[in-house]
T-cell receptor, first 113, second 116 residues
Framework: AQSVTQLGSHVSVSEGALVLLRCNYSSSVPPYLFWYVQYPNQGLQLLLKYTTGATLVKGINGFEAEFKKSETSFHLTKPSAHMSDAAEYFCAVSLTGANNLFFGTGTRLTVIP | DTAVSQTPKYLVTQMGNDKSIKCEQNLGHDTMYWYKQDSKKFLKIMFSYNNKELIINETVPNRFSPKSPDKAHLNLHINSLELGDSAVYFC???????????????FGSGTRLTVV
């Protein structure tokens, strides 16, 4: 079975501070991992994905994530938060041969001026 | 533009009505999906079609019936709408890599269904 756990349903950071959103996965086979962002009343936009190869993945808007197999983690980071980063962030996993994405429960990021 | 497009964006209807949501993708993907996002933002798959063939049918009331006339379209028809059906419904499509793993997921902008 596979699952994704996002620690912290709400995260608040000050503008300019480090953003760290946590994601841990459970999988019996090598996973493909994704981070999506959902701005208020909008759809899901892909931030970045890990499939194979380099474990540090860079995405859009200055975000990056590192796949750590030993820790079964795929945490999302950004060095300096902007007000425009306020949104809901979803971690998701897809498995070899599987036919869909399994989503975490989401983390709402608030950026404080 | 290449995208996954779904219509309508908003749908307000009364209990008991029948409604449809349409989805089209021009990305050339073989697999399409319907996801439901509830009021707590949780996303869960409802259906998945691969080349017009149903491959995932999660525990969803049979009032929900997907239809895929071709691999670029996946529509969702809902009969006898109930208050609990109120949610945001997302269409998505994906492509497989050489490991037959889906990874190129692209989502539509969602349809907010409100049943009154």
């Amino acid at each position: 079975a596979q699952s994704v756990t996002q620690l912290g349903s709400h995260v608040s950071v000050s503008e300019g501070a480090l953003v760290l959103l946590r994601c841990n996965y459970s999988s019996s086979v090598p996973p493909y991992l994704f981070w999506y962002v959902q701005y208020p009343n909008q759809g899901l936009q892909l931030l970045l994905k890990y499939t194979t190869g380099a474990t540090l993945v860079k995405g859009i808007n200055g975000f990056e994530a590192e796949f750590k197999k030993s820790e079964t983690s795929f945490h999302l980071t950004k060095p300096s938060a902007h007000m425009s980063d306020a949104a809901e962030y979803f971690c998701a996993v897809s498995l070899t041969g599987a036919n869909n994405l399994f989503f975490g429960t989401g983390t709402r990021l608030t950026v404080i001026p | 533009d290449t995208a996954v497009s779904q219509t309508p964006k908003y749908l307000v209807t009364q209990m008991g009505n029948d409604k449809s949501i349409k989805c089209e993708q021009n990305l050339g993907h073989d697999t399409m999906y319907w996801y439901k996002q509830d009021s707590k933002k949780f996303l869960k798959i409802m259906f998945s079609y691969n080349n017009k063939e149903l491959i995932i049918n999660e525990t969803v009331p049979n009032r929900f019936s997907p239809k895929s006339p071709d691999k670029a379209h996946l529509n969702l028809h809902i009969n006898s709408l109930e208050l609990g059906d109120s949610a945001v419904y997302f269409c998505a499509s994906s492509q497989k890599d050489s490991f037959f793993t889906n990874y190129g997921y692209t989502f539509g902008s969602g349809t907010r269904l409100t049943v009154v």
